[in-house]
């Protein structure tokens, strides 16, 4: 059974930073692509990042490259997204997800587990 549980939400002033974190298990971790989305309320959901847990190989939205970061700790089965210089525009609920496969897939429906989502709320 796949699971994975994002933590690592909260409150932040503008231009702070905070750092999310998604626990993974029950996945061949080496088949996988795992995703970072976004969805602020009234809107859909938006592709933030994904990184490949083979070799590492990240991929970003253009509204966030130069100041997001996805890693990965093989060790710990766990993925992480740096966000710094964050904005007020970017609070909503962040969510990670896994796809079997290496291609770069940014649409949600791509992606065939989730998990249940962190708030990150950005204050003026």
């Known amino acids: 059974q796949v699971q994975l549980v994002e933590s690592g939400g909260g409150l932040v002033q503008a231009g702070g930073s905070l750092r999310l974190s998604c626990a993974a298990s029950g996945l061949t971790f080496s088949t996988y692509t795992m995703g970072w989305f976004r969805q602020a309320p009234g809107k859909e959901r938006e592709f933030v990042a994904l990184?490949?847990?083979?070799?590492?190989?990240?991929y970003y939205a253009d509204s966030v490259k130069g100041r997001f970061a996805d890693s990965r700790n093989n060790a710990e089965n766990t993925v992480y997204l740096q966000m710094n210089t964050l904005k007020p525009e970017e609070t909503a609920v962040y969510y990670c997800?896994?796809?079997?496969?290496?291609?770069?897939?940014?649409?949600?429906?791509?992606?065939?587990?989730w998990g249940q989502g962190t708030q990150v709320t950005v204050s003026s």
């Open positions: 997800a896994a796809r079997r496969g290496f291609t770069v897939k940014t649409n949600p429906p791509d992606y065939a587990y």
């Open positions: 990184i490949r847990w083979t070799e590492g190989y990240t």
